[in-house]
């Protein structure tokens, strides 16, 4: 059993008032530990605790942050194992996937910032031969970070580390559904004699910590994934103090595959990018969009490939997917399943519960599930699912499939599927989405833009962009006589 605490000004504290919230481990239904369930006392304490920190981590240098933030992605990475078996007991996901993807992505987080920091440029302008002027980018202050539970330390990390790299202190608030490592980060951080009050975090609800967190006056910013309702009550509430507010929201994202594409190597990916992480990643191609000439050869084989794949412990090295993350998104994700059939959807395969023998048999576990013939207005085709289940959807021209793609109020990510690279590029261009992978996906390059359009987010993560998002730019004018 793990008592998390919550981390503030370098120690661990109890919630105020003593109230605290189970931690369940989603592949046995098992209560594994408990967390404070803080409100607004935990995030005064730990803003004026981050205030105080920030005049010396502001001012002293890029040098010395990215050393902090070196040891620290160093001591994770010497503790890659402990972190992963915490991810996979709080989230369900495979043990080998936390292994090889969230933690080694969490310590690449902070070391791309703690790089990125000593390399960082500003721009100046010679006006006339006598007026200089130059952009001085300063940190913002105290800043929030909230994340969600699907990628917990990945996406946490995601944050923090620029927020800290451009010299701001940091209150995180992780999910409450899976706080295990962001509590090993603090005792981390702990460990490595990290600058106190730098970053501090409050554990517990969203309406309780969170909701304290983003309308607090003294902090400057948010930086925010999670779903799009929770996105648009933050952008409201911040926007009351005008914080400057980054979202990375919901995804419908489309899987297109063309007539002439490697059928083999293109349905492949398609289940995976279906049900990886049981399908929770906002970046999970949920449509899987097929020109009509292929459409039964392609169907033939994603329900083989996704047949193949083994749902079980999330330890046993042979899962490739592993439990729900909780038993309220489990409720959740066959209701839609059920809502698809309602509307005429023909389910290939999957679409029921699984039961694992042994120390599972209490655990939240769904057959991947593949379902076609639902009109593509039907929520199937319109709602994120955030499960593993993707609907298989044919089209004739290529126009179809750009308006098919673009046909749901998300607009995050695309992957495409073909061998001409005209159609790449023409396709690319006109899809309404922040990322567009062209014959793979979520191959990932830290400098490049990360972020959605219409309701899947406002703004970019990423490079400088996270850098540029955590500072203000100030300009300098001087005039030489
Ligand atoms: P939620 O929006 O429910 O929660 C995200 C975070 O916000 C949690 O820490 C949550 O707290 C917190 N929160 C909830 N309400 C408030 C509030 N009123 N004020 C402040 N904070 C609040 O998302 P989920 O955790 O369910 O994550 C799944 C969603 O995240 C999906 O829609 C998915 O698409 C999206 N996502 C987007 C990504 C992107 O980059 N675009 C990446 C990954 C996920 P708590 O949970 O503790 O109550």
């Given at each position: 059993m793990t008592r998390?605490?919550?981390?503030?000004?370098?120690?661990?504290?109890?919630?105020?008032?003593?109230l605290s919230l189970e931690i369940i481990d989603p592949s046995s239904a098992e209560k594994i530990g408990t967390f404070p369930d803080s409100a607004q006392k935990e995030i005064d304490a730990a803003v004026k605790s981050a205030t105080k920190a920030f005049e010396h981590w502001s001012?002293?240098?890029?040098?010395?942050?990215?050393?902090?933030?070196?040891?620290?992605?160093?001591?994770?990475?010497?503790?890659?194992?402990?972190?992963?078996?915490a991810e996979s007991r709080d989230s369900g996901k495979p043990l080998s996937v936390a292994k090889m993807v969230d933690i080694p992505r969490a310590v690449a987080n902070f070391r791309f910032f703690a790089g990125a920091i000593l390399h960082d440029q500003s721009e100046a302008y010679v006006d006339r031969p006598s007026v200089l002027n130059y952009t001085l980018r300063q940190p913002l202050g105290v800043v929030g970070c909230i994340s969600p539970w699907n990628l917990p330390l990945y996406l946490f990390s995601w944050k923090i580390a620029?927020?800290?790299?451009?010299?701001?202190?940091?209150?995180?608030k992780p999910s409450e559904v899976t706080p295990l490592t962001a509590h090993m980060l603090a005792e981390t951080c702990v460990e490595i004699g990290f600058p106190r009050g730098v970053l501090n975090i409050v554990h517990g609800t969203g309406p309780r910590a969170g909701a304290a967190l983003v309308a607090h006056p003294d902090v400057k910013a948010i930086s925010f994934t999670g779903g799009t309702a929770t996105g648009r009550l933050i952008s409201r509430v911040a926007s009351e103090s005008l914080k400057k507010v980054s979202l990375e929201l919901g995804g419908k994202n489309p899987t297109i595959i063309f007539e002439d594409a490697d059928l083999e190597v293109a349905s492949t990916t398609a289940v995976k990018a279906a049900f990886s992480n049981q399908g929770q990643i906002c970046l999970c191609g949920s449509r899987i969009l097929i020109q009509a000439s292929v459409y039964d050869q392609v169907k033939a084989k994603l329900i083989e490939k996704t047949k193949a794949l083994t749902v079980g412990d999330p330890l046993e090295s042979a899962t490739d997917m592993g439990a729900i993350v909780s038993m309220a998104h489990f409720d959740k994700v066959l209701h839609?399943?059920?809502?698809?059939?309602?509307?005429?959807g023909h389910v290939l395969t999957g679409g029921v519960r699984l039961h694992v023998s042994g120390r599972c048999e209490n655990g939240y576990f769904l057959a991947p599930t593949l379902i076609e013939g639902i009109p593509h207005t039907c929520s199937a085709n319109q709602e994120e699912i955030f499960?593993?289940?993707?609907?298989l959807i044919p089209f004739e021209t290529e126009s179809e499939a750009i308006q098919l793609a673009n046909d749901t109020k998300y607009g995050l990510s695309a992957s495409i599927w073909t061998q001409d690279l005209n159609q790449?590029?023409?396709?690319?261009?006109?899809?309404?989405?922040?990322?567009?992978?062209?014959?793979?996906?979520?191959?990932?390059?830290?400098?490049?833009?990360?972020?959605?359009?219409?309701?899947?987010?406002?703004?970019?993560?990423?490079?400088?962009?996270?850098?540029?998002?955590?500072t203000e730019a100030k300009n300098v004018c001087i005039k030489m006589d």
């Open positions: 998390i605490q919550n981390y503030i000004d370098g120690q661990f504290f109890d919630s105020d008032d003593g001012t002293s240098g890029p040098e010395y942050r990215s050393k902090w933030l070196f040891s620290l992605a160093d001591a994770i990475e010497s503790k890659l194992t402990e972190f992963a078996i620029p927020a800290l790299a451009a010299g701001n202190c940091v209150i995180g839609h399943i059920e809502l698809a059939r309602k509307d005429g499960g593993p289940v993707a609907t790449a590029h023409r396709v690319s261009s006109k899809l309404s989405s922040g990322i567009v992978w062209v014959n793979c996906w979520m191959h990932r390059d830290l400098r490049t833009p990360f972020g959605g359009v219409k309701e899947s987010g406002v703004g970019r993560e990423g490079g400088l962009y996270a850098l540029r998002f955590f």
